[in-house]
């Protein structure tokens, strides 16, 4: 159900606004459960769905939205427990990346996109994208990829001891909910050249409590890594499934100074979709959105527009 009023949590986050670069009006998606998740449905014609990962929102997303929307139809949810959706209690919501490929299913059926999308995507965005797909692959008419992943942990790569700490030990986990050090440590990590204070406020602006900060640990537990952990058959799945896209135009843009989505996994989408288009950046970090908005917005316009 589309909500035509403005749920609590919007309205609380909206007020902390004006955000730069995101002059938009959110639409509010009311699950059956009765959540609220939010989302930005911005143009017309064909749709391009962008999907955040974490410890971003659909602000991640703003500067392609700009660049798209006199054209294309941009769909940008924001997922449970981020941006600017409601930020339940693991009582009333599972956190769990079947529940955001549902949550995800359910809000392109009532936004009435049930054809052909674009899928772009970013971080865990990857995941939950391409884990959509594992039952709407033919809906895929082009892949847009960010520093991300659809495919378990490549063997030779460590995971990194931030994301150990946080997945494993309670440590991590009121590090990340007391201290807001992962979204913190991203948004200054992530990136190579320092961000603007008001666009660093504005991407950490949801996450402003410990129950706001519920989601992004959460995240971080569901890593897949190893038969029986909840996701691992959706990730291994997935990355069966991938050389499946290779008849499809992609785009791959890629920070290489990302500590987590470095070049093991760059390998593993080059190798998969060998005739993608690639722009590869050493000087940028894993919010590459953020580091070459300037290339790759018209990168990806040119992309969309040819193909």
């Given amino acids: 159900m589309t909500a035509s009023t403005p749920s609590a949590e919007q309205a609380r986050l909206l007020a902390k606004g004006p955000f730069p670069d995101y002059p938009f009006t959110p639409k509010s998606f009311v699950h059956p459960n009765g959540l609220t998740q939010s989302y930005l449905d911005e143009g017309q014609g064909e749709v391009v769905l962008m999907l955040h990962g974490n410890p971003s929102w659909s602000y991640?997303?703003?500067?392609?939205?700009?660049?798209?929307?006199?054209r294309y139809r941009c769909i940008v949810p924001d997922h449970m427990g981020m941006g600017?959706?409601?930020?339940?209690?693991?009582?009333a919501y599972s956190y769990t990346l079947r529940s955001r490929i549902q949550d995800l299913?359910?809000?392109?059926?009532?936004a009435g996109v049930t054809g052909d999308v674009t899928l772009a995507v970013h971080d865990w965005g990857g995941m939950i994208g391409f884990g959509w797909a594992l039952k709407h692959s033919e809906r895929i008419k082009r892949l847009v990829i960010l520093n991300t992943a659809s495919f378990p942990l490549p063997p030779?790569?460590?995971?990194?001891?931030?994301?150990?700490?946080?997945?494993n030990w309670r440590l991590g986990e009121w590090l990340i909910r007391g201290a807001n050090?992962?979204?913190?440590?991203?948004?200054?990590?992530?990136?190579?050249?320092?961000?603007?204070?008001?666009?660093?406020?504005?991407?950490?602006?949801?996450?402003?409590?410990?129950?706001?900060r519920i989601s992004t640990v959460r995240f971080v537990q569901d890593i897949p890594l190893r038969p029986g952990d909840r996701a691992w058959d959706l990730v291994e799945d997935a990355g069966k499934r991938l050389p499946g896209y290779a008849d499809r135009p992609a785009f791959i843009g890629w920070g290489l100074r990302d500590f987590v989505f470095d070049q093991h996994f760059l390998k593993g989408f080059t190798q998969a979709l060998p005739k993608a288009e690639v722009h590869a950046f050493e000087d940028a970090g894993h919010y590459v959105l953020e580091d070459k908005a300037d290339e790759l917005v018209p990168a990806i316009r040119q992309f969309l527009d040819r193909s």
């Fill in 84 to 91: 600017l959706s409601d930020k339940p209690g693991d009582a």
């Fill in 105 to 110: 299913d359910r809000l392109l059926e009532n």
């Fill in 156 to 167: 030779a790569k460590p995971l990194p001891w931030q994301l150990n700490l946080g997945r």
């Fill in 60 to 70: 991640y997303w703003r500067k392609l939205v700009l660049g798209l929307r006199d």
């Fill in 181 to 212: 050090a992962f979204a913190g440590g991203a948004a200054s990590q992530g990136v190579e050249k320092p961000l603007p204070p008001d666009v660093k406020r504005a991407l950490l602006a949801p996450y402003d409590s410990w129950q706001s």
